[in-house]
């Protein structure tokens, strides 16, 4: 179990581990990416904006490397919207040797108004958070074995607001915007979950453990050129909120101890102390992502629609 003195401001020494984030040149996955880096991790910064990712890595570069860090990054394109990034980003990710932690983190925050589909024919909202992190950890699972490494599905504290079980997961009726989003993370969350049980079943040696920010904003996170860059009008209203909110760099601890903590274990659910925010601690998913017939059927609507099916006997092998 995550203990309690755990300091997301005074990380291990994580010298030799190299970890992957998805949706790395912003917000969570980016402060992610710096906090890692700074303990001495190799980082794998991935997303679909070549240009993007050139900033992103400059600024950890500059920020991080240049200020002392012994961690190193690099760069990698992936877009989880479409299925095809993501084969060729995880055979590349798995010439490459072991792997120590996968963050699922890549999404899409402020969904279209209108339904729209991915190049592969998917919902896009759905396409982004959920198939391409499912197909990407189940193509990396014999990696994360190898190196008896954890994957980290990013959670949401909209699932506890009135979350309605996603019986159909494209919307394709009745779509919204909020509705593609809670949808999205109700199945990300219950296929974290749905994972620990099948990896603990199949005896991969793997962790699966899904983590929260609370609510973390733009407009109380520090400037980063290219990274963060909010209006003054961003900066005034986030900083209304000052109560209930907090930066984006608070906002990755959870994410950050998920992937480092080496007590926590499969299966655990990481948010912020006072849920909002806080430092990391573990909690209660909410009660729809933990039910195991939910996470089941989204597990088989997802191998579906991804084409993926999870190598879970191999993995099995690779602990061998």
């Not at 479409?82 to 969904?111: C, E, F, M, Q, Y």
Request: glycine share 12%; with cysteine.
């Amino acid at each position: 179990m995550a203990r309690g003195d755990w300091d997301p401001e005074n990380l291990p020494d994580l010298s030799g581990r190299t970890y992957l984030i998805t949706g790395s040149n912003a917000g969570l996955g980016y402060f992610s990416a710096e906090q890692l880096v700074g303990a001495g991790a190799h980082v794998v910064m991935t997303g679909r904006s070549p240009n993007r990712l050139a900033a992103a890595r400059a600024a950890v570069t500059r920020r991080v490397v240049d200020a002392g860090a012994s961690g190193s990054v690099e760069t990698l394109l992936l877009d989880t919207s479409n299925l095809g990034s993501v084969r060729a980003a995880a055979a590349t990710v798995k010439g490459r040797g072991k792997l120590d932690g996968l963050l699922l983190n890549a999404g899409i925050v402020h969904p279209p108004k209108e339904r729209e589909t991915s190049l592969d024919g998917n919902e896009l909202v759905f396409a982004t958070n959920v198939l391409g992190h499912f197909a990407l950890a189940g193509a990396l699972l014999l990696t994360l074995a190898a190196g008896r490494g954890r994957m980290v599905w990013l959670g949401s504290m909209s699932t506890s607001l009135g979350a309605q079980d996603p019986v159909d997961p494209q919307l394709h009726e009745n779509y919204t915007g909020w509705r593609a989003y809670v949808q999205s993370k109700v199945a990300t969350t219950a296929l974290g979950f749905e994972a620990d049980r099948r990896l603990r079943d199949a005896g991969v040696p793997v962790r699966s453990i899904i983590a929260h920010p609370g609510y973390s904003v733009s407009g109380r996170t520090r400037g980063v050129v290219g990274v963060n860059e909010p209006s003054r009008l961003a900066r005034f209203t986030d900083n209304l909120q000052a109560a209930l909110t907090q930066s984006k760099e608070r906002g990755a601890w959870p994410l950050v101890r998920a992937l480092a903590d080496p007590e926590v274990e499969g299966g655990d659910f990481l948010g912020p102390r006072f849920v909002t925010r806080g430092e990391p601690r573990k909690g209660t998913a909410s009660k729809i992502t933990r039910d195991p017939e939910i996470a089941a059927r989204l597990w088989g609507v997802c191998e579906d629609a991804a084409g993926v099916q999870w190598p879970f006997l191999k993995a099995t092998k690779t602990r061998r």
